[in-house]
């Protein structure tokens, strides 16, 4: 522009009133993870421009609402985890057959050190728990026929009487509770029921009852109601003792609701929206409890598929519902087990033939889940396995 006149140079004042004061924030600090979703801590403070300055003021003359936040969300790189397993223990018999356990961690594959098991919770894990032989005790000396180390499950005990009628209606096997007593047991337990004893425990399967749980001796007092699927059961509180202010407290849990109270408890309604419900007592002070009355009907609501079983009593055999011609093919088949609140559940798979276990495009596997920890083990090639519960509930659910 050399050869152009210049103009000369001017001031001139735009504006005489002061900026109105802002948020600033400073660049974000090192994220809190080293790997997948973690935090990053920035600095936000209040300022205003004063003569050509920035001025540190006060945060309430900046809009609170507009505040940006002082923790931001942060991804450095993706977590990867794996599961790992310790050696597997000796055989619990020194003799015939047992079990054998092993230790599961979560590993980090950066660290590969242990690390909260839920962030492994969406990997399948191998079995932590197997059948072993120790060989043929003294006594069984002898040829042992092929076969012989896995003992088929025996299936439910066949019923009588009263007792046989009444759960064939339901189409279950025999209760536990029901199973060691005579004649189906039915007159011993009806009459227990209504003095308060022994009911801790036990699973009840008739389609009405009043259960009693006022002057039991354990602190904690458990009990199961069980109906066929399509069912759902009622709870009405007819009488209630809890001293709510020494901690005693009534837990209702099933498989799509989880409800506790205290206060107010007589006449109020229960619905288990589903055919199984667990009640759970909690009583300090001796001869404090609830009876509750349960009725069951037809649910509102469908909460099963087609292919989906039901089982309850004390032992009995699985088999993977056949997927039919015309059925969806996203459709799960599960398998629902409960048993008395005092039992525990051991599922043994006798053989399994779910195609080569490498294949990682072939989708069949078996994923047996313990109600009581939402703990999920899956199983898939052609691998036997003994799975055990911590609880009195286990679901099964067959994959293509």
Not at 104 to 112: A, G, V
Not at 182 to 207: I, K, M, R, W, Y
Request: with cysteine.
């Amino acid at each position: 522009c050399q050869p152009v006149p210049k103009p000369e140079s001017r001031v001139e004042v735009c504006d005489l009133n002061p900026c109105p004061p802002r948020w600033k924030v400073t660049p974000a600090g090192p994220c809190s993870s080293s790997c997948g979703l973690g935090l990053a801590v920035q600095l936000v403070t209040c300022v205003q421009i004063l003569h050509g300055q920035e001025v540190l003021q006060e945060e309430h003359l900046c809009p609170v609402a507009e505040k940006p936040l002082t923790s931001v969300p942060c991804v450095i790189r993706t977590c990867s985890y794996e599961w790992s397993f310790s050696e597997w223990s000796e055989c619990s018999t020194s003799c015939g057959n047992g079990i054998q356990t092993r230790q599961d961690f979560c590993l980090s594959s950066l660290t590969h050190k242990p690390v909260n098991p839920l962030f492994c919770r969406r990997f399948p894990k191998a079995i932590v728990v197997r059948g072993c032989s120790a060989g043929p005790c003294p006594e069984q000396e002898g040829p042992v026929s092929p076969g012989a180390e896995l003992q088929p499950v025996t299936p439910a005990t066949h019923l009588t009487g009263a007792a046989e009628h009444r759960h064939k209606d339901l189409g279950v096997p025999l209760s536990a509770e029901e199973r060691t007593k005579p004649g189906g047991g039915e007159e011993d337990t009806a009459s227990c029921v209504q003095l308060g004893c022994g009911v801790c425990g036990n699973l009840f399967l008739n389609a009405t009852g009043i259960i009693n749980m006022t002057g039991v001796e354990s602190r904690d007092c458990t009990v199961a109601i069980g109906r066929p699927l399509k069912e759902e059961i009622l709870v009405t509180i007819l009488e209630s003792s809890l001293n709510c202010s020494a901690g005693e407290v009534l837990l209702f849990s099933g498989r799509m609701m989880w409800r506790t109270g205290c206060r107010k408890l007589p006449l109020s309604l229960i619905n288990s929206r589903t055919n199984t419900l667990i009640v759970k007592q909690r009583a300090v002070l001796p001869g404090n409890g609830v009876i509750l009355q349960y009725n069951s009907r037809t649910a509102t609501k469908k909460y099963y598929q087609d292919c989906d079983q039901q089982l309850f009593g004390p032992q009995g055999e699985i088999v993977n519902p056949v997927q039919l011609p015309d059925q969806r093919q996203e459709v799960v088949c599960r398998t629902f087990i409960t048993v008395a609140p005092r039992q525990r559940i051991s599922i043994r798979a006798l053989n399994t033939d779910l195609g080569p276990e490498g294949n990682q495009t072939h989708f069949n596997y078996i994923l047996v889940r313990d109600v009581s920890t939402m703990k999920t083990v899956v199983f898939r090639g052609k691998q036997q396995f003994l799975w055990q519960s911590t609880g009195s509930q286990a679901e099964i659910e067959f994959h293509e």
